[in-house]
């Protein structure tokens, strides 16, 4: 094993390429993910598991930690930083190995030792433990790692000698696990094990294995097919389009172990009704096996958020303490504990009600929400979308100045709609586009709101909106925002710092018009409108500014002005307002808004 | 027995010599490169005649490591005259080349004297913290492991806020790190950076930004405040600003609203020449020690 000056370094860029492999199989697991709910992100919840701990865990230079230290701190790191039930289970056993290799020992009876810990820290650690789930394939691991271990001396021959037989076991999973076999998957976290070993074993300089699987949507539409084709007058079968189809189907291809099956049952279906029309197989019970299957892949889902978060706290001493407070909410519940640090998972209704529970006893260090409900919707559906982002931030405004303001201040994406407000259709493209979970999504205008609304119910993400009705407020937003955050206090530092920066509007009267107070404004006057109000109007709008200036500005030392489109070509009135203001910064930008002229912030 | 101790550290501490009280010190001095011509800090070559090149000749900077020989000798003259010799070295994530030199030497003269590196996980006045820490540490406990873990209590517990004026600096100097996110806004925004010591990364990173001054100002007493309450201290033990000059009205809001914080060292630090590479003018930082 690696016991060089910089074996820190050369560990990180084995887990590095580790977690590369698995990256790169990931939408692999996503797809057989049916179990416990098929919300399609097993491959993304392990990938980001790995890859918090590689960022949390930098190969800074500690000059007296051993690699089994640094392994342990990594498993540390992956507790901290796991997602989902699968990230968790895996984290769990990641730290179990880890506790026994502590000391460096890389002997193969350590490591049959550290598996067998891993194996039943992940085990102890799960709520409700199923088999034909990856605490299966761990099991198995050590179990066959023990066998093998009687005839070879070489950790690595073992190991590599052990994936061939997990691969066997993984076919398994369905027999043990009836979800799957009604889905026609293998278990999702059990596959995403799998890889993870022959992602070591790579490592190791062994060969690899290839994994490769059509979408779900691609399978259930299969199966629609068949089973219409089925439901079809016997008389037509030949004349189906699908039955010439049929016996040229790569069935072996189709890594969906029951739709496999079921194609191999209508092939000899089409077969026996080639040779003898009286001979026909069951075709009712080949219908009700493909409404099975994709009844597995649609259940009832009655807890709908997957919730997650870290707790730290000196006044809970144990789990089952956390499990009392909590427990009453939902299920799938998985605690982890490091420390004074609690990290729980739980599937719940009430997301809110948990996290207030339980920050009586602490600090709440991270959050994080996942609507399973909308997940499931985009993993079955026909365009799925494949997550690429935890979260990001999304702004919709009308100039094209501002557009670029707010791209640069960090939103992730901007739409920028000129002067007709974006439809929902429109909002959903782009709210999809993003490829991600978590979506903060703001306007500049509250008039798009309830076309938000509606888009972010149609969206394939989790939706968070902030009910903004300026764009200065989007850039207040912007200018606070700090995207380490999860996305429950991110939303809520949003909505704190969204009224941060005092602004005016100026605009143009289209026609003669009276103000709350009596006064009177006529057609082509310049007025300024302040927190919902016309305060003041002008013939001049420079004199107008001028008087705005005067009258609004407190304690502030910066006045920032945004010009809109009917004066984007003037010249700049900065010069002017300086000798007016000498006391005070100026600063003027394109906002590229319609409606108003200028735009005047004060900070 | 009480071992004599040597420190040894450079000279981006963010703090004059006077404001050192630990008399067997030697400040090794990085080289500063200015168009391709190297200087050394002095009396003559200060943040404030960089700032001044900067502003009227458009000068580009960079520093370099600390030079190997100039620490060998500062060891070999003083290996017979000490018991151990501590050096407190600037984050090696930021220089990894000026820490590789360090453990160098430190092997080179295994047998000879135990030199102990002390990666400080900082730049500028939070070297300067760690700096100070571990003096108070060898001041109260000579013994080498102890020294060893509470330093490393102090490294942890010690983080630094930046105000860059212009990101450029740090930019061309290859440390903008994760702060690379705030470069390049339409709008001119001024951004708050940290190197906090509990951070694993190590790196520069984001803490947020402001478009005045006085807001990033009341930024920083807010990200103070959520620190203290994090740890959880009512007090700070050290705590240092230091401004690289070209804007003193804003060093002077941040003066007088970080007296509101409770701190039991208050340090008005010396903007040093190394630092002012990567600073630029009208920067300012506060380290605190927590």
Known sequence: MIQTENRTAVIRERIEKIYKYLYRHKEYINRLNVFPVPDGDTGLNMTLTIQGALANLSDYEKETISTGEYLKDFAEQMLINSRGCSGVILSLYCQGVSQVIVNSDFSKENIFEALENGYQNAYEGTENPREGTILTLMREFKEKYGELMKEENDTVIIIKKCIPYLKEVLKKTPDMLPVLKQAGVVDSGGAGFVIILQGINRELKINELAFSSLPVSIIL?????????????????????????????????????????????????????????NRLLNKKAIISDLKDMENSWNPEIKLKYCTEFVLETNKISSKEQIKEIIGKYGDSLIILNSGDKYKVHIHTHKPDSVFKDVS???????????????????????????????????????????????????????????????????????????????????????????????????????????????????????????????????????????NDIRFCGIARSV??????????????DFFTVYNGKIILSDKNVEQLINDTIEELIKEE??????????????????????????????????????????YITFE | MNKKILIITADNLGLSKEQIHYPDIEILKFPVVVNDKEYRGSNEYTAQWLNEKYLKEKVVAKTTSIVKGELIEIAEKNKDKYDLIIHVVMSSVMSIATFAIAKNVKEMYENTIPIINIDSRQVLSGVGNVLLGVIDIIKKNNNTDDIVKLSQEVIQNTFNYFVMADLNYLYRGGRIGKAK??????????????????????????????????????????????????????????????????????FSDLEEKIKTIPCDDFIIGKADFAGAVYCGPKSYSVAISI
């Open chain 1, 360 to 498: 009586k006893y602490g600090e709440l260090l991270f959050t994080k929400v996942d609507d399973m409900k909308k997940q499931h919707r985009n993993f079955i559906s026909s365009n799925t979308i494949d997550y690429e982002r935890e979260k990001s931030v999304f702004c919709i405004v009308s100039g094209e100045g501002f557009r670029k303001i707010l791209k640069e201040l960090g939103a992730d994406d901007v739409l920028c709609y000129g002067k007709n407000k974006p439809s929902v259709e429109h909002i959903v493209k782009e709210l999809n586009k993003l490829r991600t979970k978590n979506i903060i999504v703001a306007a500049d205008d509250k008039d798009i709101l309830m076309a938000l609304k509606y888009a972010a119910s149609l969206s394939k993400s989790n939706v968070n909106i902030v009910e903004s009705n300026n764009v200065i407020s989007l850039i207040s937003m912007m200018m606070g925002i700090s995207k380490e955050l999860d996305i429950t206090t991110l939303f809520d530092s949003i909505m704190n710092s969204l």
């Open chain 1, 221 to 277: 539409n299969i199966n629609r097919a068949t089973k219409k084709y089925l439901n079809g007058k016997l008389s037509n079968f030949n004349k189906n389009s699908i039955a010439a189809l049929l016996p040229h189907l790569g069935i072996e291809k189709l890594h969906n172990i029951r739709l496999h099956n079921i194609i191999e049952d209508v092939k000899s279906l089409i077969n026996n009704l080639q040779s003898n029309r």
């Open chain 1, 511 to 524: 026609r003669n018009t009276t103000t709350e107070n009596g006064k009177t404004i006529n057609k082509n």
């Open chain 1, 557 to 598: 030392s910066l006045i920032t002005i945004y010009k809109g489109i009917p004066v984007k070509k003037q010249k700049s009135i900065i010069p002017k307002l300086k000798k007016s203001f000498p006391e005070l910064d100026f600063e003027e930008y394109y906002g590229g808004q319609y409606q108003y002229h200028y």
């Open chain 2, 181 to 250: 996110a705030l470069m390049g806004s339409v709008l001119r925004i001024t951004p708050i950076l940290g190197l906090m010591g509990d951070d694993e990364e190590g790196q520069v990173i984001p803490l947020g930004k402001g478009r005045t001054f006085k807001q990033v100002n009341s930024k920083i007493i807010d990200l103070i405040k959520a620190k203290m309450a994090e740890k959880p201290v009512t007090v700070i033990k050290r705590l240092n600003i230091t401004g690289f000059g070209d804007n003193e009205e804003a």
